[in-house]
């Protein structure tokens, strides 16, 4: 394949957390109905406020990540990003009934209150997750060139894990573990590709790419 990646086994670990992360995201998606499921119900509207919270969730993560990887090229910024997310998963069992409980006494089931427990729910971790992708692209791209398959490659393995994530908690975790013990699992699965962007992309890999050359300014050229 013609990818310019800087170094095969960091783009391995790389398109490695960028799998992991997507199934952790959907994953927690569909995990998200079942926290709200006791206040508000599973219908329609459940569903629509937890889709529309976690696309305005990753586009909010899109562009953030995008901006900050390129003004803080390294991956302790994005590794960051995902601890501050597994942090917020280990206290939503801790905190998700009661809060739940007030969004419904305040402000009924209405559609704003479904919103605004969903918001609580997902927004966080799903915009910090979110800047994972962007970055992932920075992070793997040598050469301008090859930009597109770059992209492309990472948001297809985001997709996939996307997918395995939406399939595994439905059909294998749901049904045999407890949705505070799932939320664990998926905080500690963060926690593990934090730790291996740290461990596995120094800064200074990037910092010998040829992409991080094409960002210095061109010498002014003199007219004689």
Known sequence: MAFTFVGSLRSALILLVVFVVGGVLMGFEMLGSRFLYPYFGGGIGTWAALIST???????????????????????????????????????????????????????????????????????????????????????????SSAGQVAGAVYGVSAVGNVTGILLTTFALIPSIGSHAITYCFALALTLC???????????????????????PAPRSEIG
């Open 54 to 144: 976690v696309l305005y969730a990753l586009a909010i993560g899109y562009f953030a990540g995008g901006a900050l990887v390129d003004r803080y090229p390294s991956p302790m910024v994005i590794a960051g990003s995902i601890g501050v997310a597994a942090l917020y998963l280990v206290g939503i069992p801790t905190f998700v009934d009661g809060v739940m409980q007030a969004i419904l006494d305040s402000y009924g089931y209405g559609m704003g209150a479904v919103l605004l427990a969903a918001a609580l729910l997902l927004a966080l971790p799903v915009g910090l997750l979110g800047m994972l992708s962007p970055a992932a692209v920075r992070l793997l791209l040598r050469q301008a």
């Open 194 to 216: 934090g730790t291996v962007l740290i461990l596995g992309c120094p800064r200074e890999a990037l910092a010998k790419s040829g992409i991080a050359d094409r960002a210095r």
